[in-house]
């Protein structure tokens, strides 16, 4: 298959492609604000782990900008909600997101295949 541009198309859809690449990527986050999320990911750890009603060891916590993103099994939806409720509670967490975390029952996963 062979492609035929016009006079002026070859540069306007590199510098098509050059912008969309340039909107898609993220600056590079300096150690210091990789070294905040690091931290409000270990108080949100400490904050599940705390809870002495729903069991989160295996829920992990990844933070990016002040977003909590918990990932892992819980055993019922009760424990997603209150999953949140904790996160939110956590000083610097803005927003958290859960829709990673899947239900386990009796040891058999109903959620995505691993």
Do not use: K
Not at 40 to 52: E, M, T
Not at 105 to 111: I, K
């Amino acid at each position: 298959m062979q492609v035929i541009l016009r006079d002026g198309a070859f540069p306007a859809a590199c510098v098509a492609a050059l912008l969309a690449l340039a909107c898609s990527t993220t600056p590079p986050r300096s150690p210091a604000q990789q070294a905040a999320d690091e931290a409000l990911a270990n108080g949100v750890s400490a904050a599940l782990d705390a809870d002495p009603v729903y069991f989160y060891r295996h829920v992990d916590v990844r933070v990016d900008d002040g977003v909590a993103e918990l990932t892992g099994y819980v055993w019922c939806t009760e424990a997603i909600y209150r999953a949140r409720q904790i996160t939110l509670e956590v000083p610097g967490v803005r927003r958290v997101v859960t829709s990673h975390l899947e239900l386990e029952r009796q040891g058999f996963s109903n959620g995505r295949t691993r």
